[in-house]
DNA sequence: TTTCATATGTCAACCGGATGACATATAATT
DNA sequence: AATTATATGTCATCCGGTTGACATATGAAA
């Protein structure tokens, strides 16, 4: 059986309530004392427990996070950046990949309300959960709106998309087309592409997009065959635009002299394994920092509901594709 | 404030018991009632609380999973599968990132025995870390030998390590290096290594191995400069293999005609990035599988204590740098 | 000598829910 | 009419830790 509180007390000689001011340094301890519990604690291997305590105290320090999947590069990066800052504060993370499946991602907020967490980062979000309106807990929405009470943070993707394209067009590219994932999502990334139109059109160019459910191959086979002129792609994610690159290169195009491609995310992963692709670069860290900045604040009710929305600066990454 | 199960009580009209036993399917319960209760708790929006619940049954359905970091593309999809079938099986994954520290991977370790966690998996290990050894506890480790008495799950990496030294010699290679990360963890992953030079030493070749500390270009210029003639590596990692493709262009080297490449884990990434990369595919799926398997088993205190090592088959995909 | 800060103990209530014991009531069976 | 399965209520206890109220003891300062 794990020791409790009275066990350590026994083995120290103590009473319960003196353990436990000792463990939360409370009231008046004497040295010898402290020292006798923390030898009791130790002999016994004990370890407080946070499930009775949180029950008290109505706090859990868990964060519950949703996003579509862990396995995405940028995902990937954005929870280990979550989770260190979190950590640091005392904070800890239950992992939620929802999938972009909306039944998942329902049954995920269910459960984490029941397991009482403290608040909720999500940057997952089908249209039509409105179970993100929680009145009693804070979230925040990471590149996605939720609602119209959740704050969000993203980075500036129209300043990125605006930036992906004006490159494309100083390098002499005319016939770019825009390639990006599910636009239904409710998204302030669904900005990249519309920065792309705006700035084609103030180009006196058409812009054309071709959008991606997922099978991002034959999609982008379709866009070569529909648009044999095609001389630059602005794809809205890294993966898109290694497809993109894969697929130009069984054409015979040469990159970057007969045919462009700059994508977007610019993760530690991508810039790893295809350090050639120019790309938008968001900035990660800083997304992460804001959003468990405005999280804990909401937390400790010291949230400032003016500034709904978070915008951080994008930085572009000239590389050998463009 | 938060309903609980008197408040739902009192709107239903029934008493705090029958509503326990609605919400446990215990007992005798009428149909109007448990339609009144049902109603009762969509109308106050209530959710049981599992802490309180988890103090009871002296069960938090927490899984903790300490890696290293969810950005390093072979855990972040390795965690998603491990988070998808824990979830499929009522469990909940407190996400852990220890970053190769051994101090932060001690005081994660604490923070999830005092959240009472059911179970842990952990892929990270820095030697000295003996709090592994929970008698109470069950922990399986992923490729990581952690303790006599904790059940490992890997892949073949003996197997992998000898398939792609193997597959470097069959197309003529002679020069053959190995490159692999931090050797001094105690993991199966060593047997990479241990298969190359072995299979270098059936064939009378003299093995070479160079050894990143995380500055991976360095040593890869190192490498390059001392063996001139080298004509193949062999990489502990996909990550490692690209940042070798990337320095072997830059010395002109014709890949694969001049120069081979193949590296390791053969993550869905890196397929997407780096296609053309020859690798050992890693079975992340069934890794994560079996280790949960093993885990929950153990949790059901169904553990089988004779098969104390789990080791799954690897994939040769050969492809455009061998 | 009195006063007070320090140190520790005892006791009870509480957090929200689970559960067993027991009482009671109704309706269906025998 | 007696028995039984079904249905619900009351009550107390427990999970492990926190906290406030109150008592008591000691040594130091006033």
Redesign the pocket.
Same mark, same amino acid.
């Given at each position: 059986?794990?020791?409790?509180?009275?066990?350590?007390?026994k083995v120290?000689?103590?009473?319960?309530?003196? @353990?436990? *001011?000792v463990?939360?340094n *409370?009231?008046?301890?004497?040295?010898?004392?402290?020292q006798k519990v923390d030898e009791a604690m130790k002999q016994l291997n004990?370890?407080?427990?946070? @499930?009775?305590?949180s029950?008290?105290?109505?706090k859990t320090f868990l964060i519950g996070v949703i996003f579509p999947t862990t396995t995405n590069p940028f995902y990937g990066q954005l929870i280990f950046h979550i989770e260190n800052i979190a950590a640091s504060l005392g904070y800890k993370i239950l992992l939620c990949n929802s999938q972009g499946q909306e039944d998942k991602e329902r049954s995920y907020l269910r459960m984490l309300q029941r397991n009482q967490v403290d608040g909720i980062i999500a940057g997952a979000h089908n249209r039509g959960v409105k179970e993100y309106d929680i009145p009693t807990l804070p979230v925040v929405g990471v590149d996605r709106y939720l609602s119209e009470n959740i704050p969000v943070v993203s980075s500036d993707n129209y300043d990125g998309g605006r930036q992906a394209t004006q490159l494309l067009i100083n390098k002499g590219c005319r016939n770019i087309i825009h390639i990006n994932g599910p636009i239904y999502l409710e998204t302030p990334a669904n900005l990249r592409r519309k920065a792309y139109e705006d700035v084609m059109k103030d180009n006196q160019l058409p812009p054309i997009t071709y959008e991606t459910d997922g099978d991002n191959q034959a999609v982008i086979k379709q866009l070569f065959d529909e648009n044999p002129r095609v001389d630059s792609i602005f794809a809205s994610d890294d993966l898109i635009a290694s497809a993109v690159i894969r697929e130009a290169k069984l054409r015979k195009r040469n990159i970057p002299s007969d045919f462009k491609v700059i994508g977007y995310d610019g993760t530690e992963t991508t810039r790893l394994l295809l350090p050639e692709l120019s790309t938008i670069q968001q900035p990660i860290r800083e997304i992460a920092e804001k959003t468990i900045d405005i999280l804990t604040k909401e937390i400790n009710e010291e949230g400032d509901r003016s500034q709904m929305e978070t915008i951080l600066p994008v930085r572009l990454i000239e590389s050998e594709t463009t």
């Open positions: 059986m794990k020791p409790k509180i009275s066990d350590v007390a120290a000689g103590v009473s319960p309530t003196t @353990v436990s *001011r463990l939360n *409370r009231g008046y301890i004497g040295e010898k004392t402290r004990y370890f407080p427990n946070d @499930v009775a305590r029950l008290f105290i109505k």
